[in-house]
């Protein structure tokens, strides 16, 4: 989506719920890839406008709940050439 600046996920779920259960976020970093582990108080902000980051979430095991808290944060007027983000 060409309007959107990037992406805010903000972890909710209890580590002690956790217990390895899937749901981590896999970004691409360079030639490298990082996990993230869906846990309370992590965070993960993606750059859409200068990096068009790969990513994906691995799949869910033993019915673990992953609570997130997630925002794009967008340009309302749909005028993104105007903007030179630095």
Sequence with gaps: NPVRFCVV????????????DGAELLVG???ENE???PLFGTYV???FQKN??????EPV???FQRWT??????????????YKIL
């Design 69 to 82: 808290y997630i925002n794009f944060i967008e340009i309302a007027d749909n005028s993104y050439n105007k």
């Design 29 to 31: 970093v360079g030639n």
């Design 52 to 57: 068009g980051v790969l990513h994906a979430v």
């Design 9 to 20: 996920l903000i972890y909710l779920s209890d580590e002690e719920d956790y217990n390895d």
């Design 35 to 37: 996990l993230v582990k």
């Design 45 to 47: 902000i993606l750059d």
């Design 61 to 63: 095991k033993n019915d």
